[in-house]
């Protein structure tokens, strides 16, 4: 079993005895004590998985009293390699973690090469099945269904695959390797079950639709459930109800008026999303935006994070989100390190009150990791000015501020609608001072701000209204080459004559989680500094903008460890 301290081994005991509860501490250590020294990028409190290649979150559920995620893994390296399989690890918590064997791994020619991504439904009588893209002995991708050996195991340890995969093939006029990722599927008031796999067609997204009676023949629909030119290819696409009244979630079968529908697809490195109406009758979704309008665009999250699944969590009543954060150094780095890839803290999804966009923000668990405080109110930044943030471990925090802004009427006059935001907050980074702003916080900062990230807003007049626009500047964040740093930006749909902006970042060690608006805008960055590591790194709120503006709060926190216990009890 490796060598593990004796309070892991009791994390895990309560684990198999089927405890309903396990607490985050500071004394579920990892292995490595001394982690920060031999690798100061590796995340403290981040899903990773134990060594190796990571990517894609796959099937996230909740069985039985156990969350349950699994993960696209190379066992044998730390780049995506030719042999994909499924990792597995399971939870009480969704943020301490113990590490079971592989679920699922290529064994027959219908996934020979690779076990590539996909969902898992649970049907009723409470039986989790798997659906997966198998890359075939002829290098085709194709979709495979697997289901548990034995559904009394709550940890779901071993899997058997479906005699009769491949059951679904992909539809004609699409390349062998542009049909992949079936989401988790839907059952209607007809009975038929349903799920999309993402595609590609004469360069047109497609969610091809497929469907079944008896969840084994599968057959696909004469239209696909929506697509779009001009995109690319679909990766992981995803399609879920969303309360229009609630911020509850709702299960991915469940129907009613009150319900818009959300369809995600991954492309090109983004997670976009559209929101829009459902007709099950006709098999036909009609978004209220497209996929890629420059202005409008409905990102997850608008830096590196992609990717991303869903589910219900019926615990609690709520659909949660999983991202892939890969990294931003190069394949001969992850080589040295021997890992790659971590995924992004869970995040409670809702739509928000206008009805125009979905709001994330980290799943209530993650407060448990909590430690020293601090914090104060009504505090002015006059301009070009700056605070430290004391007494908390700065490389390892869960920051909360929000910032009143007294004068707007001298704010930087612009037209925005035909603005790319990303390219704004390039062009006016945190160096270049206006009148409102930027404002917000440097993250891994040395003391002289040799490095730092900066994560801020700044307002801008455009006619009648007021515009905020967040962005996270990585231009500073290393003094390593050959790292990338992308300064990252979105619009936040938000009037600041009537409402604080404020923002909340999770850091990581090598990762900040950034929600800005209430969530309403996420923004992930990945950085890896040289001087601010540890007892180094310092986070700072600022203020380069010429006109004041007030902290009305703040609330910093160390944060501790989480438990990832290894390969125990598989």
Request: proline share 5%; charged share 25%; with cysteine.
């Amino acid at each position: 079993m490796g060598n593990y301290t004796l309070p892991v081994l009791g994390f895990f005991f309560v684990l198999l005895c089927g405890g309903n509860e396990v607490h985050a501490s500071h004394q579920y250590l990892q292995p490595e004590a001394t982690r920060e020294a031999i690798q100061p990028s590796r995340t403290s409190y981040h899903f990773q998985a134990p060594k190796n290649w990571l990517n894609d979150p796959n099937g996230p559920m909740y069985y039985k009293g156990i969350y349950h995620l699994f993960y696209q893994h190379n066992p044998y390296g730390a780049v995506f390699g030719k042999t994909i399989v499924w990792g597995h690890a399971i939870s009480y918590d969704l943020i301490n973690w113990v590490h079971l064997n592989n679920a699922l791994y290529p064994t027959n020619a219908f996934d020979a090469k690779s076990c590539w991504s996909g969902s898992v439904t649970i049907l009723p009588g409470q039986k989790p099945v798997i659906l997966y893209t198998g890359l075939d002995i002829k290098n085709q991708q194709v979709q495979n269904m697997a289901m548990p050996k034995n559904l009394s195991d709550p940890f779901l340890r071993e899997w058997k695959k479906y005699s009769h995969n491949p059951i679904m093939m992909r539809p004609d006029g699409v390349n062998k390797d542009d049909f992949r990722d079936p989401t988790t599927a839907w059952q209607g008031e007809d009975g038929k079950w349903r799920v999309l796999v993402g595609s590609l067609k004469s360069d047109r997204g497609l969610a091809v639709l497929y469907r079944s009676n008896d969840f084994k023949k599968w057959n696909m629909y004469d239209h696909p459930l929506y697509s779009e030119a001009n995109t690319g290819i679909w990766e992981c696409p995803d399609f879920y109800p969303i309360s229009t009244n609630s911020r509850e979630g709702v299960e991915t079968s469940s129907r009613s008026p009150q319900y818009k529908y959300v369809l995600k697809a991954s492309i090109k490195f983004r997670d976009y999303y559209t929101l829009g109406t459902y007709m099950p009758d006709v098999e036909k979704f009609t978004p209220e935006t497209g996929f890629r309008n420059l202005r409008l665009d409905l990102r997850y999250d608008y830096g590196k994070f992609y990717a991303s699944k869903t589910f219900f969590d019926s615990a609690k009543h709520r659909r949660i989100l999983w991202g892939w954060i890969n990294e931003s150094d190069s394949s001969a780095d992850d080589v040295k390190k021997g890992w790659s890839g971590i995924q992004s803290i869970p995040r409670a999804i809702y739509l928000s009150k206008n009805g125009r966009q979905l709001i994330q923000w980290p799943v209530e668990e993650i407060e448990r990791l909590r430690r020293k405080h601090v914090g104060f109110k009504d505090k002015k930044l006059e301009g070009s000015s700056l605070v430290e943030i004391p007494g908390i471990t700065a490389s390892q925090a869960d920051v909360e501020i929000s910032f009143k802004l007294p004068n707007l009427k001298d704010a930087e006059l612009m037209d925005t609608h035909s603005v790319d935001p990303q390219l704004l907050c390039s062009k006016k980074s945190a160096a270049v001072s206006s009148k409102v702003g930027p404002f917000g916080l440097l993250i891994f900062a040395t003391k002289d701000l040799t490095e730092h990230t900066a994560v801020f807003f700044r307002i801008f007049r455009d006619r009648n209204r007021y515009v905020v626009l967040m962005c996270s500047d990585q231009s500073r964040s290393s003094l390593r080459k050959g790292v990338d740093k992308t300064t990252y930006g979105a619009f936040v749909d938000k009037d600041p004559r009537h409402e604080a902006i404020s923002l909340r970042s999770l850091i990581d060690h090598s990762v900040i989680e950034s929600f800005g608006g209430d969530g309403r805008v996420c923004i992930t960055s990945r950085v890896y500094p040289t001087l601010a590591i540890d007892g180094e790194a310092h986070v700072y709120a600022f203020n380069n903008g010429s006109l004041d503006v007030v902290v009305s709060s703040l609330n910093a926190y160390s944060m501790n460890k989480a438990s990832f216990v290894s390969n125990i009890g598989s």
